[in-house]
């Protein structure tokens, strides 16, 4: 594994699928993470916390590792709350990134094949995802075939 490298984010996993979310402060990367675990426990997935706000990552084997800073472990800010604990993994493998766009001012189609470079020459897949949205769960899973049923999942996107 390679040196750990901090960055500003937030990484779940639901199901087989290690997601990380991206985004400027204020984005809502935190309140789409809790809507999103909330959304696949309810579907019968294992669904967790790894990071909020800063997560460390490294490479293994050409992939990317995302890992809870000590200091922040198990905690979650709910912005105008605070920071509360949650479950949460203390690593898991990433499999692509999410940036949650406000819908007024998305891009219809944005450009397809899209990647967040996390690494010196590693970069993960990188999906769009509205926020915030009153299901995002269903959205992400239409986005992302065997998501539902808790299967290791990537965005597919069509061709245009």
């Known amino acids: 594994m390679t040196g750990a490298t901090n960055l500003h984010a937030t990484a779940i996993v639901l199901g087989a699928t290690g997601i990380l979310i991206t985004g400027p402060s204020g984005a809502g990367k935190s309140a789409l993470a809790l809507s999103l675990i909330r959304a696949g426990r309810l579907h019968g997935l294992h669904a967790s916390l790894i990071a909020d706000d800063q997560i460390m990552i490294s490479a293994f084997n050409g992939t990317v ?16 709350t605070g920071l509360v604990p949650i479950d949460h993994l203390p690593e898991a493998v990433i499999d692509f990134a999410l940036l949650p766009v406000d819908p007024a001012e998305a891009a219809r189609l944005p450009e397809a094949g899209e990647s967040l470079a996390v690494l010196p020459g590693l970069a993960l897949p990188l999906a769009r995802l509205h926020w915030p949205s009153p299901d995002p769960f269903s959205t992400l899973a239409a986005l992302c075939p065997g998501l539902e049923e808790g299967r290791p999942a990537r965005p597919r996107f069509a061709d245009y």
């Open 65 to 80: 590792v995302a890992a809870a800073p000590a200091a922040t472990a198990g905690l979650i800010e709910i912005r105008g």
